[in-house]
């Protein structure tokens, strides 16, 4: 399944639980993780909201995490860290509404997260390496 697919898979969603099984099938197809372009590709580029929109939903990235751990990363990543098996990196921000968290999946979801930040789209940002990955999901509500 490439980004296009993809893309094309999760505009087709109806409902919620069409959504929400079609997430599984992307997921499924990538080793049970998200790819690494489904932020830009699904989130940044507006086809949550668009397709959520469509049978009035909403589009959130919700996270739950069981453990973290904080990191320090100055500036612009340049490099992802180093991370055990079932580790990935949490990106917590705050638009001046309360904290929300973005699993980076790349280093490209880490920049693109560390641009909008540095843009002026968000008021605070710090990093975590998140222990339980598998239940980071971004879901239409």
Known sequence: MNEQE???L???SRS???WNANCDRVKDAFGGKYPSFWYSAIIQS???TKT???YGGKAEIKVISITSRPI???GRPTS???LAKGETVVGVYDQGLGERQMVCNSLANMQSLYDSYAQGMALTLRWCI???SESAIALPA
């Open 6 to 8: 993809v893309v094309k």
């Open 10 to 12: 999760m505009e087709g």
């Open 16 to 18: 919620k639980a069409d």
């Open 46 to 48: 507006g086809v949550a």
């Open 52 to 54: 959520a929109t469509k």
């Open 72 to 74: 320090t990363i100055y």
């Open 80 to 82: 992802m860290p180093n």
């Open 130 to 132: 998140s222990s339980n």
